[in-house]
């Protein structure tokens, strides 16, 4: 074998490895939560949910021949960190897609860098009517609107026998966007609205809020907010003597993590909530909430973070389902894809409708929506 030879079938050899080297590469998915900051316990919950879905796909043999590989950006509970996440996943990590950010406002932070660099994003979590509205085709939205979340609330009012209600919400996109939506509807079911208060999402007294509240007189305070706050909102209105029924919207706050923080306080509370770990054969989808919930005890994460943590599952889910139906990893077939899924989800099958400007709409899932009740420090399902 002469040195050209030689020096031929090196070079071959070099580009066969580089091209089994290549094969094997994981497919990379951006995910960017809070992992510290005002809204960290939820953020991690979410995290620990898409870490359970990762670790059953590639168990599974991943998708199209290849594992996947969550990259994780911490955002910090803030939008301008959130931005900074985005750019960092999408530029030096060179993520296909993404999954984010938890709050509306993180979310809308993020979304103008989805559109510079056309890169898709499934939300698991926000709810902002803004999010899907605003005409960003790069956003693929699988949990409810707070427009859809108070539509499903309307026949409750009645049921409820609630005739004047009050608001106490955080005051950004989340928050705001919830008591429009359901003061709307309220008042549409002929309820009277009451004060509507606001707080700092890192405030930690809602003294003067509660004592205006008290005041109002009405049958129930409608809260939104992260379950931190929420925690703190109903040990300071149990001891301010608050005698309105307390319902929290947005289903990010967990009656598990509730009943463990606030105790005694947390009785005769409502929560709307978008998965019932303590009922999995309510779901449509039974034998999937059945098999996450036993994967999540076997990681003995928090019981409390089971109605988040199903966000991270469902969003895996969804984002390699579009990966596989693009048939490569490549950010324009699977913003395409991800038009066509439809997976079996723990709130409910998932698949997209459109909402948004024609041209540039956005994708928004339509889930299931569900009451319950603490009672004697047990959740139970309305």
């Known amino acids: 074998m002469n040195a050209t030879t030689v020096k031929f ?73 959130a931005v900074a996440t985005a750019e960092k996943l999408i530029v030096r990590d060179k993520v296909p897609v993404m ?26 979590t926000s709810s902002s009517g803004k999010i899907t509205t605003s005409g960003n085709p790069y956003i693929f939205r699988i949990s409810p609107t707070s427009e859809m979340e108070a539509k499903a609330f309307a026949p409750l009012f009645k049921k409820l026998n609630l005739k004047k209600v009050d608001f106490l919400s955080t005051n950004n996109d989340f928050g705001l966007g919830a ?36 005041a109002s007189g009405g049958d129930a305070l409608l809260v939104t907010t992260a379950v ?26 967990s009656p598990d993590q509730l009943i463990e923080q ?28 059945k098999k996450f919930v036993a994967l999540w005890n076997e990681k003995k994460y928090a019981v409390g973070g089971l109605t988040e943590g199903f966000r991270g599952w469902d969003g895996i889910h969804v984002i390699v389902e579009g990966i596989r139906v693009a048939g490569n990893a490549e950010s324009e077939a699977i913003t395409k894809a991800l038009w ?8 409910g099958d998932i698949a997209f409708i459109k909402q948004g400007p024609p041209g540039k709409e956005s994708a928004q899932n339509v889930p299931a929506v569900y009451l319950v009740k603490i009672e004697n420090g047990k959740v139970v399902r309305q």
Do not use: C
């Not at 066509?340 to 709130?347: A, H, P, R, S, Y």
């Open 228 to 253: 931190e706050q929420a925690t703190l909102i109903l040990k300071q209105a149990k001891d301010q003597q608050l005698a309105a029924r307390i319902i929290t919207t947005g289903g990010s706050v």
């Open 9 to 81: 079938a090196l070079a071959a050899g070099a580009m066969l490895l580089a091209g089994s080297a290549a094969a094997q590469d994981p497919i990379k998915i951006g995910v960017t939560q809070p992992l510290t900051g005002a809204f960290a316990a939820s953020g991690n919950y979410v995290t620990q949910g898409a870490r359970i879905a990762e670790e059953e796909i590639n168990k599974a043999g991943g998708v199209l021949g290849k594992k996947i590989q969550l990259i994780v950006e911490d955002n910090k509970s803030n939008p301008t960190e």
């Open 340 to 347: 066509n899924v439809k997976v079996k989800g723990l709130n």
């Open 99 to 124: 999954m984010g950010a938890w709050s509306s406002t993180l979310t809308l932070a993020v979304m103008p860098k989805l559109e510079e660099y056309k890169v898709p994003m499934v939300v698991e």
């Open 262 to 289: 606030a105790g005694a306080a947390a009785d005769g509370s409502y929560h709307l909530v978008f998965f019932t770990p303590w009922v999995p054969d309510a779901v449509k989808n039974p034998d999937v909430a």
């Open 179 to 214: 008591a429009k939506e359901f003061a709307e509807v309220a008042q549409k079911e002929g309820v009277q609205i009451g004060v509507r208060e606001t707080m700092d999402p890192k405030a930690t007294d809602f003294s003067a809020q509660l004592a205006k509240i008290k």
